[in-house]
């Protein structure tokens, strides 16, 4: 059974296809194509790349700011040019997707149909980044794939079991009542993650306090306790919490009052500052690229250092709330772009944290593999994981049609 995932982000669409038929579900098979398409580098276009299992790639920008065009071409790739590993796109049983928000409506991953995508758009508003860049995926691959089975799978699946405490907002109750909670997101990376920490360490999940650091474009924290998300740091939309690449996390509300009301500032204009022009991006004034902003650090740009050093206290004061949320602490796991790459974060963020007996090595250089970059005399294991959040979709995938299709 040949399952296509979709993982469209606020900046950057990637796509795998996997084989399931003999695959096993207690280990990340490598896929059999994988495709990424990323607006970050080209003015006025994206850049495409493909590569499939024989090591076969391509690379080449198109002249297009559309997503479902870069879609489309993208899932030609499968069939055409170097990167071709099927002889026709009928081959493919399922697509699942990554959609970041399923408001109080969808806790497990379902099959896309008019009602679905309704709600996904009636929740446009509390993910103005994602969900249309998730609708539109379904779109271009019904355009290209036909009546295939979609699959939704939500990132806000994983954090529905958050006690009320950490889910509900100090406002008035009405809130409560009108559905206006803490949602929380990334939810199918933190899930992962955590299940990997657990089978790295040869523990049982429900026995371990993980706090999960998603940190990318979009940045948020997870504290996972018995199994479940106990806590996180994005809420109501994913611009709560973490400073991230362009978007500025939590920040006074009264700041936004003082906007209106004395700087003009309209809705749509504290939208685009808050989620476009803030964080790295804002700071910096650079970019919203962590590389290109510690570059910038290092050749003496004071913008860029004042932009790290937030970056990382914001990081480590949310870190410390979600240790709290745990009542102690097993496990820190790093992933995702930042989280996984850059070794100056995972330094000065676990920094804050040597009185509780962590420790890493004296060069937690990045391995290949996921790694354990702690001590060994360290009391809390600190590990870097790759994030595989298409493979997981792929397995919701499968559990959600296998009944159907009959297909193991």
């Given at each position: 059974?040949?399952?296509?995932?979709?993982?469209?982000?606020?900046?950057?669409?990637?796509?795998?296809?996997?084989?399931?038929?003999?695959?096993?579900?207690?280990?990340?098979?490598?896929?059999?194509?994988?495709?990424?398409?990323?607006?970050?580098?080209?003015?006025?276009?994206?850049?495409?790349?493909?590569?499939?299992?024989?090591?076969?790639?391509?690379?080449?920008?198109?002249?297009?700011?559309?997503?479902?065009?870069?879609?489309?071409?993208?899932?030609?790739?499968?069939?055409?040019?170097?990167?071709?590993?099927?002889?026709?796109?009928?081959?493919?049983?399922?697509v699942?997707?990554?959609?970041?928000?399923?408001?109080?409506?969808?806790?497990?991953?379902v099959?896309?149909?008019?009602?679905?995508?309704?709600?996904?758009?009636?929740?446009?508003?509390?993910?103005?980044?994602?969900?249309?860049?998730n609708?539109?995926?379904?779109?271009?691959?019904?355009?290209?794939?036909?009546?295939?089975?979609?699959?939704?799978?939500?990132?806000?699946?994983?954090?529905?079991?958050?006690?009320?405490?950490?889910?509900?907002?100090?406002?008035?109750?009405?809130?409560?009542?009108?559905?206006?909670?803490?949602?929380?997101?990334?939810?199918?990376?933190?899930?992962?993650?955590?299940?990997?920490?657990?089978?790295?360490?040869?523990?049982?999940?429900?026995?371990?306090?993980?706090?999960?650091?998603?940190?990318?474009?979009?940045?948020?924290?997870?504290?996972?306790?018995?199994?479940?998300?106990?806590?996180?740091?994005?809420?109501?939309?994913?611009?709560?919490?973490?400073?991230?690449?362009?978007?500025?996390?939590?920040?006074?509300?009264?700041?936004?009052?003082?906007?209106?009301?004395?700087?003009?500032?309209?809705v749509?204009?504290?939208?685009?500052?808050?989620?476009?022009?803030?964080?790295?991006?804002?700071?910096?004034?650079?970019?919203?690229?962590?590389?290109?902003?510690?570059?910038?650090?290092?050749?003496?740009?004071?913008?860029a250092?004042?932009?790290?050093?937030?970056?990382?206290?914001?990081?480590?004061?949310?870190?410390?709330?979600?240790?709290?949320?745990?009542?102690?602490?097993?496990?820190?796991?790093?992933?995702?772009?930042?989280?996984?790459?850059?070794?100056?974060?995972?330094?000065?963020a676990?920094?804050?944290?040597?009185?509780?007996?962590?420790?890493?090595?004296?060069?937690?250089?990045?391995?290949?593999?996921?790694?354990?970059?702690?001590?060994?005399d360290?009391?809390?294991?600190?590990?870097?994981i790759?994030?595989?959040?298409?493979?997981?979709?792929a397995?919701?995938?499968?559990?959600?049609?296998?009944?159907?299709?009959?297909?193991?």
């Amino acid at each position: 059974m040949k399952i296509l995932v979709l993982n469209a982000g606020s900046s950057s669409h990637k796509s795998c296809l996997f084989d399931l038929s003999s695959a096993d579900a207690d280990h990340s098979p490598s896929p059999l194509w994988r495709a990424a398409l990323d607006w970050t580098h080209q003015e006025g276009g994206v850049e495409l790349t493909a590569t499939n299992a024989a090591g076969d790639s391509m690379q080449q920008v198109l002249s297009t700011t559309d997503k479902a065009e870069g879609i489309e071409a993208m899932v030609k790739t499968l069939v055409q040019g170097p990167t071709q590993v099927l002889g026709d796109l009928a081959e493919i049983a399922a697509v699942g997707h990554r959609v970041v928000h399923g408001g109080h409506n969808y806790q497990n991953p379902v099959v896309v149909d008019d009602e679905v995508k309704a709600t996904i758009e009636s929740l446009i508003p509390l993910a103005p980044a994602h969900n249309p860049a998730n609708l539109q995926g379904i779109e271009a691959i019904a355009q290209s794939l036909g009546t295939i089975p979609q699959v939704a799978v939500f990132d806000t699946a994983f954090h529905s079991h958050m006690p009320e405490a950490a889910a509900t907002y100090p406002g008035p109750y009405a809130w409560v009542e009108q559905g206006i909670r803490r949602y929380g997101f990334h939810g199918i990376s933190h899930q992962y993650v955590a299940q990997r920490a657990a089978k790295m360490l040869g523990r049982d999940l429900e026995s371990l306090k993980i706090l999960t650091c998603h940190l990318g474009n979009g940045c948020s924290l997870a504290a996972v306790k018995d199994g479940f998300c106990v806590d996180t740091t994005m809420g109501f939309t994913p611009l709560e919490g973490l400073m991230m690449g362009s978007r500025s996390g939590s920040v006074d509300p009264g700041l936004l009052i003082h906007l209106m009301r004395h700087e003009g500032y309209s809705v749509d204009d504290l939208d685009t500052l808050l989620n476009k022009e803030s964080g790295l991006k804002g700071l910096s004034g650079l970019s919203n690229d962590m590389r290109l902003v510690t570059e910038a650090m290092e050749q003496g740009n004071p913008q860029a250092k004042l932009a790290i050093e937030v970056f990382i206290h914001r990081l480590r004061r949310e870190m410390g709330g979600m240790i709290a949320s745990l009542g102690g602490l097993d496990v820190v796991v790093f992933t995702a772009g930042i989280g996984e790459n850059k070794s100056l974060v995972w330094q000065r963020a676990c920094e804050g944290f040597e009185f509780l007996g962590l420790r890493l090595n004296d060069d937690p250089s990045r391995a290949q593999d996921d790694q354990d970059i702690a001590t060994m005399d360290s009391a809390v294991r600190v590990l870097v994981i790759h994030t595989q959040e298409e493979w997981a979709i792929a397995q919701a995938c499968l559990a959600l049609l296998q009944p159907a299709t009959g297909h193991m």
